[in-house]
């Protein structure tokens, strides 16, 4: 019994405490900005905090929301996003979103570029987001 | 009492018309502006488009969330106009950001989005000019928090109107919709109306 209580915590795999789903982020020109959208699955019993993220493809990488004022439309620096136990937390068109702010290449349709989140629980998440033209 | 019931039924005879007007706003755009299109073409607006329906989106190309659904909102009008054989349209997405989005800028844009630039300009222009034009158009535009670069470049948004206008023929604005989120079938129904 003890052996295969051994060989199921080995062995088998484990769900991530935090895992990230439909990653994908606008086309844009060198020099300009793009966002990237996801969404983050946090599997665990315990919340966690995303403070940083990282992307060689840009100058600057910051956590933004878009907010509304009326008629008026603007986008502001966050500088942590809560992710609750066991909840998913959406970074979308016209909400939060991860600011890649002046590139440092092409973001062509179809290419692909590594992110990585920092988390004050989970650490470092790497991942894959493709580039799309969809609005 | 005769002429009080003339009176009378000419009142419900304008209101019954007001209310099947669904462009009651008439709003002249009562100057002309010197711009440049996304080729460095001269453009006076809203003189040179007289005569035509203009669908005009304000945008600024550093905006990567709000401002390419306001064109991609566009482009889905622009497609629509053109499968229903609607003539006579013209689309213009104005920089409230002149500083930056110079016609090379707004080359660029038009490409890496695929508009289709036979008949939708991308408008840049002097600042003092285009400051002007916003506020002709009930535009709001105004840079919002500074951040910097590494190497110390600042970076800064805008907090804007997030706006589509419909002009009409003469150069009047008939009507305001949110760019981002605006209903494609109320447009065409409304390019439509102006089109009879």
Not at chain 1, 55 to 63: D, F, G, N
Not at chain 2, 39 to 45: G, L
Not at chain 2, 66 to 86: D, G, S
Not at chain 2, 119 to 134: A, V
Request: charged share 25%; aromatic share 10%.
């Amino acid at each position: 019994m003890k052996l295969l209580l051994l060989f199921l915590l080995f062995f088998l795999p484990l769900q991530d405490k935090i895992s990230v789903e439909n990653a994908w982020m606008r086309n844009a020109s060198k020099g300009m900005n793009s966002a990237l959208y996801f969404s983050l699955k946090n599997n665990s019993d315990k919340a966690d905090v995303l403070y940083q993220v990282e992307s060689s493809a840009a100058e600057l990488v910051q956590i933004h929301e878009t907010y509304e004022d009326g008629e008026m439309t603007g986008m502001r620096e966050v500088k942590e996003i809560v992710i609750e136990p066991n909840s998913v937390f959406n970074f979308k068109p016209r909400s939060h979103h991860i600011m890649l702010i002046r590139l440092k290449k092409d973001l062509k349709e179809g290419s692909e570029e590594e992110i990585t989140l920092h988390f004050k629980n989970a650490g470092p998440i790497k991942f894959k987001a493709q580039v799309r033209k969809v609005n | 009492m005769r002429i009080l019931k003339t009176l009378f039924f000419l009142l419900i005879i304008y209101l019954l018309n007001g209310c099947n007007n669904p462009l009651p706003k008439e709003t002249v755009i009562s100057d002309s502006f010197k711009l440049l299109n996304q080729d460095s073409a001269a453009v006076v607006f809203p003189d040179d488009y007289k005569g035509k329906i203009v669908v005009a989106g304000f945008i600024f190309t550093n905006c990567p969330d709000i401002c390419p659904m306001t064109i991609h909102n566009m482009q889905l009008i622009q497609k629509r106009i053109k499968e229903e054989n609607i003539n006579n349209v013209q689309f213009v997405a104005i920089s409230f950001d002149p500083l930056r989005d110079t016609p090379s800028v707004l080359k660029q844009q038009a490409e890496i989005r695929e508009v289709d630039q036979k008949n939708f300009s991308f408008l840049t222009g002097r600042k003092k000019e285009i400051d002007i034009l916003l506020n002709e158009m009930n535009v709001n535009a105004f840079t919002g928090d500074t951040t910097y670069t590494e190497d110390g470049n600042p970076v800064y948004f805008f907090v804007h109107t997030d706006r589509i206008s419909l002009v009409d023929q003469q150069g009047r604005i008939r009507k305001e919709y949110s760019g981002s989120r605006i209903n494609i079938e109320e447009i065409i129904s409304d390019i439509k109306y102006l089109g009879e």
